[in-house]
């Protein structure tokens, strides 16, 4: 175990942004007005920031780039009305947008803030309620992002916390919910889904091991050992449906239930 990271795995390649609202763009033939609205914010206002802050090779990315004023707010308002008003099929680059925004220590500190702490939330709640019917490319960056949640051991703790309004999927049970739809989805060899989710998985477990015994980093209620079954579960169907035995979905996975079990 000790050859094993003790740092999150993190989804860190950086798209074409221009590429990204194009192909957005295009799968939306025929844009309500709010639409319109809510994706001129992503191309006039994030994607140019974005440009910015995580331009294409060889350039490194640039911390010093500021966040625009009310980016983060109307980003966020233009993702809610993206995901009220578009298809399923349409959805997938916005996830994607996010995915790399959290690789800002910034933005991945404002969504734990009482402004931003609900925009995790809404996609993954969003994306779970499909179950079974997320088209793939959209759980696919969904993953992915939940797995940049764990950029900052801040936003790590949020989305694993099982806090949550009464009629609301808490945090760490939405998440549960994704892994559930994506470790038992009957695609063969969809290494990259898998890959996904077994990152999901020990990056969770990473973020136990490293905090302190006098530091829990959850809630009290942290451990349920009705979720531990419930993923523990899913694992092991995960596993008994396994196709490819030498894949990379696989061997990561693997480590992935070995962090989660010494974390127990």
Known sequence: MGNIPHQPILFGNVPAFDAVINKLTALVPSPSPNTVSAMGTL????????????????ASPNASVPIPPKLLTSWKKA?????????????????D???VALL?????KWCTTEDGADMMQH??????????????????TTLQLATNCFSTDALGRYVSSSDSDPDALSPRAARTCLLEVALLRNQKADVKVRNAAATLVFNEAVLQRNTPVDNPPLDPSYKDEEWEVKMISAVAEAIK??????DAGKHTFLQGVCMRLTAL
């Open 43 to 58: 191309s006039l206002q994030v994607v140019p920031f974005l440009t910015s802050r995580f331009p294409p090779p060889p």
């Open 79 to 95: 993702t809610v009305d993206l995901f009220d008003e578009l298809q399923p099929n349409q959805l997938f680059p916005i996830p």
């Open 97 to 99: 947008l996010w995915r």
């Open 104 to 108: 800002d220590e910034r933005i991945s």
């Open 123 to 140: 996609i993954l709640l969003k994306v779970v309620s499909m179950k079974a019917s997320v088209p793939r490319n959209l759980l696919l």
């Open 241 to 246: 449906r396994e196709v490819e035995s030498e």
